[in-house]
């Protein structure tokens, strides 16, 4: 939108902009293709020389609505929607890396994306270094190789809930002339926007507060157009040398501060296809209309049942940066001052049996494998989603065995903590 407006009213009024007589509301453009007059018109869409729509695997006029608006809650000038928050990560990644390159990520991200990293992309001849983002400037630079091409992390981890020194990590990545890429998901950017502390790219998993409803699987990636691709050729070829598939076009010279999501739009989504349907975009629409409510009470809650926890004789430790004697409550205060997420992680005395059996007592809370949604919800990393790591890995990545991953939800706080309270008296 050309105003400068809120956060709250890009939320409600941004991406969709309905000309006369068209619908008020974002329609859901369910159509796999467009039609044209001529071959002419169609064959300058696939030679990059037109913007337009010709087939949804690579981009829909309901989904780029959607897009738009998460650029613009972001500051972000371009971006695209994924089938998922995997793909995001994957895409934003495999556009700039490819077999031979290595990138650096913090060790403390959830576990589908440390597998995907560490296993799954090794595979394809992209390595990574996993680094704790705790670590001294020092440390995390000796991890720097000359063929190393992006910093990842994301700002509140899942489900250890680190809180990374956004500004440090972004000044170490572009000492060495690589962009720093932030899944935002946690924070959304309701509560922090990385580009403001130097973030190159941002990522989300949709799926999660920007739905809200747990009702559709999704994905985005940001650009936040501040790297300079030509600055580091060398480091770049994707982006700044001949792509032969479309006519030798070079992304950074064609679209200069839009290069990276054309790359990834024209050549990943065009290859790859996890585009998100246009329904989940569609119901990814409503979800953010209503995030800038939604984040607060998610915060409140969250907070609410965190003191409750850490004063309760069954618990053995509580961790929510909304705390104030949390280790990253500083850090917490500069990123994100309105408050940070509605997940918190504690442990019970007894380990990781006691854990389990806690949470096979909470009637109100669901054990389910999602997170940060309107209903409140509890999952064991250790026995669930990070189950295929080991007991050295888990620990590398922040998460303990007796670690329950807690997602408040928006209902009344009383009722959660009520929740809470029954169950730990029945073990």
């Known amino acids: 939108m050309s105003e400068n407006y809120r956060p709250e009213t890009i939320c409600v009024q941004s991406g969709w902009k309905p000309k006369k007589g068209e619908p008020r509301v974002l329609p859901v453009y369910q159509s796999t293709t467009f039609k044209y007059e001529n071959s002419d018109q169609m064959g300058r869409l696939f030679d990059l020389e037109d913007a337009g729509y010709f087939y949804t695997r690579l981009q829909n006029p309901t989904n780029d609505a959607v897009a738009s608006k998460i650029a613009e809650l972001e500051g972000g000038i371009a971006g695209m929607l994924t089938s998922s928050g995997q793909a995001a990560?994957?895409?934003?990644?495999?556009?700039?890396?490819?077999?031979?390159?290595?990138?650096?990520?913090?060790?403390?991200?959830?576990?589908?994306?440390?597998?995907?990293?560490?296993t799954t992309m090794?595979?394809?001849?992209?390595?990574?270094?996993?680094?704790?983002?705790?670590?001294?400037?020092?440390?995390?630079?000796?991890?720097?190789?000359?063929?190393?091409?992006?910093?990842?992390?994301e700002t509140i981890s899942n489900p250890s809930l680190v809180v990374l020194d956004i500004e440090r990590f972004a000044q170490i990545a572009h000492r060495h002339g690589v962009p720093l890429v932030i899944d935002n998901t946690f924070a959304t950017p309701i509560n922090c926007r990385p580009f403001e502390w130097g973030a190159d790219i941002v990522t989300h998993s949709t799926t999660?507060?920007?739905?809200?409803?747990?009702?559709?699987?999704?994905?985005?990636?940001?650009?936040?157009?501040?790297?300079?691709?030509?600055a580091h050729k060398e480091k770049f070829p994707g982006l700044t040398t001949p792509d032969e598939s479309y006519h030798g076009i070079v992304y950074a010279e064609k679209f200069g501060k839009m290069a990276f999501i054309q790359k990834a739009t024209a050549q990943l989504m065009r290859d790859l296809g996890s585009i998100q349907s246009p329904q989940n975009a569609f119901l990814l629409n409503v979800g953010l209309e209503t995030l800038h409510l939604r984040m607060p009470r998610h915060c409140e809650n969250a907070k609410k049942a965190a003191e409750y926890l850490k004063k309760h004789e069954k618990v053995a430790w509580v961790n929510y940066a909304g705390l104030s004697d949390n280790k990253y409550y500083k850090l917490a205060e500069k990123y994100m001052p309105g408050g940070t997420c509605g997940v918190i992680s504690f442990g019970l005395k007894g380990g990781r049996d006691v854990s389990v059996k806690f949470m096979d007592r909470l009637k109100l809370a669901a054990i389910v494998t999602h997170v940060a949604d309107a209903r409140?919800?509890?999952?064991?990393?250790?026995?669930?989603?990070?189950?295929?790591?080991?007991?050295?890995?888990?620990?590398?990545a922040g998460v303990a065995p007796d670690l329950i991953r807690f997602s408040v939800g928006?209902?009344?706080?009383?009722?959660?903590?009520?929740?809470?309270?029954?169950?730990?008296?029945?073990?």
């Open 89 to 118: 990560n994957y895409y934003a990644i495999f556009n700039i890396c490819e077999a031979g390159d290595h990138f650096i990520c913090s060790n403390s991200i959830y576990g589908g994306t440390f597998n995907l990293f560490g």
């Open 122 to 153: 090794k595979k394809q001849g992209i390595s990574c270094t996993f680094v704790n983002p705790d670590a001294s400037d020092e440390e995390i630079e000796a991890a720097f190789l000359p063929n190393t091409k992006a910093v990842f992390a």
């Open 208 to 230: 999660k507060y920007m739905d809200g409803h747990a009702m559709s699987v999704g994905g985005a990636i940001i650009d936040s157009g501040n790297f300079d691709w030509m």
């Open 376 to 396: 409140t919800c509890v999952l064991h990393p250790a026995s669930h989603t990070h189950r295929q790591m080991t007991d050295e890995q888990l620990m590398e």
């Open 410 to 427: 928006i209902e009344n706080a009383e009722d959660i903590i009520a929740d809470l309270e029954q169950a730990l008296a029945a073990i």
